[in-house]
């Protein structure tokens, strides 16, 4: 179990390992443009006659622009840079915040990127020579570089013949390079060369074709639009989608990914599923994803696989699709059934894919903290708890959750109250630890009322004090493993993993986990 944890966790690093990669091509590209600027240059200046077949350039002086433009490597070299920039700069956390189409459509430009990559050298730059036995590294030839570069005595005045392989007389004085084991290496002939064969292609097919059996079986897998059954508008800009699929099966913590082509042909954004009751009734609940959108998703039954996203209109895709379903409606609550649809755009649904969340059932201890509307990913895992626990390893779970305003505790405030007051009826009032923590003190009153009763105590003004929570954790939990999962801002998620790294006097080990879209 522990050796699949780290394998997890591992997997789960996939965007940091795709950042990486990404990072580092664009380092070495930057170090290989700058050598081949260099090489041309070098070509037009120092070009040389003994050689020709190695010259890049046809002449001396000729123009290196022409060598960058008009050549297939070049030429094909400077789209690259060029599409590698793109991607890069679209890439940026500014860009995807700001405009998240340019990021998308931009870096599926990586297609054209390969495609040039395996033209790039199809131009015969890269050569080498076919003739090393009659011609080897460092050999001496006879007619051209002793005439060149030493004193022939007199007897050596004539032309060597082209080839031979004895020795030189031993009365003769042999320069010092030219002496191997009493024997001169002798060329037989002039070197000649010969462009290698292209083999990137060799090495790009094989994830190229991986990739695209990948988005094959993907496409098969979604290409049935699901049943959009009821679109509701909540206040605050949230729009709750209720839809339907056969053979739908999720296991809690993971997710989907919606695509609805009237919105955007190639655009796609994942939300977190919270399937673990087998009701016919729906409990929705909050979702969060990084940088776009927020959502809330509600939980499938079994007899009709049934589930739910809210969605928090912040972008573009949001705003796009928000006018898609709610076209011509000015309500802000619009619950249509079934025999009543009128006539929705279509969805489709990729998934399940799973997530680090799913870990947090495994764990004998586990601490799940959440910033803001990211509180959504635990949804599944209490709701799970709420059906029954007895099943599962974990035995304590602390839920930390911090929020600016108090309005955002209502969308998890129902489910919290349940599964308290099921615990304490089980005698297992310690099960969860639940600490709410409130920024803004604006309007705090409304949460106070004989509904959320259980909620009151635990509500805390101000900021968590990471290090003395951990601390206290970590004495409760002596010589334990606990997972701690966040979904959150990033500077809660870095003091979190710093935390999570650091030892402690109690023999307690954190092993950190993070959910990330953006």
């Not at 979702?287 to 809330?296: A, E, G, I, S, V």
């Not at 626990?389 to 304590?396: F, I, N, P, S, V």
């Not at 002596?478 to 999962?485: A, M, S």
Request: charged share 20%; proline share 6%.
């Amino acid at each position: 179990i522990c050796q699949f944890r780290k394998t997890r966790r591992l997997l789960d690093k996939s965007k940091t390992f795709h950042v990486t990669c990404g990072v580092t091509i664009c380092i070495f590209s930057v170090l290989h443009v700058a050598a081949h600027l260099v090489n041309a240059l070098n070509f037009s200046e120092n070009y040389s006659e003994d050689f020709l077949s190695l010259n890049a350039a046809n002449y001396r002086g000729e123009d290196p622009r022409k060598l960058l433009f008009a050549t297939v490597p070049g030429l094909t070299g400077v789209v690259m840079v060029l599409v590698l920039f793109l991607m890069c700069t679209a890439s940026t956390y500014a860009i995807r915040v700001s405009n998240y189409d340019i990021f998308w459509y931009t870096h599926n430009l990586f297609f054209v990127f390969y495609m040039l990559l395996m033209l790039h050298v199809s131009g015969g730059v890269l050569k080498y020579q076919t003739n090393l036995e009659e011609h080897p590294p460092g050999c001496f030839n006879p007619n051209k570089t002793l005439r060149q570069n030493m004193t022939v005595p007199k007897v050596f005045e004539e032309p060597f013949p082209d080839y031979t392989t004895e020795p030189f007389p031993e009365d003769l004085p042999v320069p010092e390079p030219f002496v191997q084991n009493n024997f001169m290496r002798i060329c037989s002939e002039e070197p000649k060369f010969q462009s290698h064969f292209p083999e990137t292609w060799f090495w790009i097919s094989g994830p190229l074709c991986l990739y695209c059996v990948e988005r094959l079986y993907r496409y098969i897998r979604s290409n049935k639009p699901v049943t959009i059954t009821s679109v509701i508008s909540h206040p605050s800009n949230v729009l709750e989608v209720r839809m339907m699929k056969n053979n739908f099966k999720a296991r809690p913590g993971q997710y989907v990914i919606l695509h609805c082509p009237r919105v955007s042909a190639l655009e796609s954004h994942p939300f977190t599923l919270t399937m673990v009751r087998n009701t016919n009734f729906f409990l929705y609940f909050p979702f969060y994803l990084h940088f776009y959108c927020h959502k809330h998703v509600s939980c499938p039954t079994d007899t009709k696989a049934t589930f739910g996203v809210h969605l928090k209109v912040v972008g573009d895709w949001t705003e796009r699709f928000r006018d898609l379903l709610l076209l011509h409606s000015n309500q802000d609550t619009e619950i249509l059934p079934i025999f009543q649809q009128r006539r929705y755009p279509k969805l489709y649904v990729d998934g399940p894919f799973g997530s680090p969340f799913e870990e947090s059932l495994n764990y004998e201890v586990s601490l799940c903290v959440a910033g803001g509307i990211g509180v959504t990913p635990f949804a599944s895992v209490l709701n799970t708890l709420l059906d029954g626990w007895q099943c599962y390893k974990l035995r304590r779970l602390y839920f930390i959750w911090v929020c600016r305003d108090i309005e955002s505790f209502r969308w998890f405030a129902d489910l919290l109250c349940m599964l308290h007051n099921k615990l304490w009826q089980e005698n297992r009032p310690d099960y969860i630890n639940i600490q709410l923590y409130l920024s803004q003190t604006d309007g705090i009153q409304k949460i106070i009322g004989e509904k959320y009763q259980a909620l009151n105590s635990r509500l805390l003004i101000g900021r968590p004090r990471w290090k003395l929570l951990f601390d206290e954790i970590a004495k409760c939990n002596r010589r334990k493993t606990i997972g701690v999962f966040c979904c959150g801002p990033n500077k809660i998620s870095k003091i979190l993993h710093k935390l999570s790294n650091s030892s402690n006097s109690y023999g307690t080990r954190f092993e950190y986990n993070k959910e990330s879209f953006s």
